[in-house]
């Protein structure tokens, strides 16, 4: 079993910063892709930032130059740093991650349980 934890949500106010932490645990073979998504109230979840194993970036054009994702490949661990805070990224953020648990299986995919992120006007 594999298990995404996040970590570092809150409440802050507009242009202020926070890091989200997102530690993957369990049977790990090797892990692909890492990404941030969130979701707001009413809304459908949306994808904020995807790195690759090799550190490749991509951003939603909604958070570039205010939120940076890294990863720690080392600690199965990424991160999302986010800056210059506005009240529409309120949302629950979720953790995600292409897992390999063992060397000939196929990739899956798992979601962490989400941490709230609420930015005040």
């Known amino acids: 079993q594999v298990r995404l934890v996040e970590s570092g949500g809150g409440l802050v106010q507009a242009g202020g910063s926070l890091m989200l932490s997102c530690a993957a645990s369990g049977n790990i073979f090797s892990i692909n892709d890492m990404a941030w998504y969130r979701q707001a109230l009413g809304k459908q979840r949306e994808l904020v930032a995807r790195?690759?194993?090799?550190?490749?970036?991509n951003y939603a054009d909604f958070v570039k130059g205010r939120f940076t994702i890294s990863r720690d490949n080392a600690k199965n661990t990424v991160y999302l740093q986010m800056s210059s805070l506005k009240p529409e990224d309120t949302a629950v953020y979720y953790c995600?991650?292409?897992?390999?648990?063992?060397?000939?299986?196929?990739?899956?995919?798992?979601w962490g349980q989400g941490t709230q992120v609420t930015v005040s006007s």
């Open positions: 790195i690759t194993s090799g550190g490749i970036t």
């Open positions: 995600y991650a292409e897992v390999q648990v063992y060397s000939f299986t196929s990739l899956i995919r798992y």
